[in-house]
């Protein structure tokens, strides 16, 4: 996905990833943000990528991954908008966001996906390769490349700044 196509989606959308995207969680999340404070590299090149918010669980015989849910967005949105200013594009979790990750989306043209909570046997489906990059000693919070296709998601915040989350209850009111 490029800068072009993100700020060309809109909240609601349904949108299918295929290429190469990160996990992190809240532990490396932490870890990436004490190498920033020590002019230390990150453990992939954040501009232009997406990082899914999700630990796999142990992948079964013959599969690249165990089962692949998001896990709640907010843990990281003390993290997130230095990583947007950095050239993030997108991510990828569950549940709502704070005004600065908000206000930082829209300053730098990215997007906030949803995926399904409670289907990540189904999502790990779209996982065709993974491979533990970074902080291996954080077990299931160690950073991964996947490579996914077709991986399900819907937009949530877009490049604007519209909310799923709030225009979604503002529908729901009025019906």
Known sequence: MSGETAKELRAGDYV????T???ARDAAH????EALEQGG???????????YYMGPSPARE?????SAGPTTASRMDKYTPALLDMGLLGMIGKGRRAEAV????VRNGA?????????????SRSVTDAEVIAYDDLGTEAVRRLEVKDFPVIVVIDSEGNDLYETAI????SE
């Open 16 to 19: 299918y990833i295929t290429g």
């Open 21 to 23: 995207i990160y996990t």
């Open 30 to 33: 932490k870890r990436m943000q």
């Open 41 to 51: 590299p990150l453990p992939f090149p954040v501009q232009g990528n997406i990082i």
């Open 62 to 66: 013959g599969r690249p991954i165990g």
């Open 102 to 105: 908000k206000e930082a989306i």
């Open 111 to 123: 997007v906030y996906f949803a995926a399904v909570g409670g289907a990540g046997a189904l999502l």
């Open 170 to 173: 503002e529908e729901y009111r």
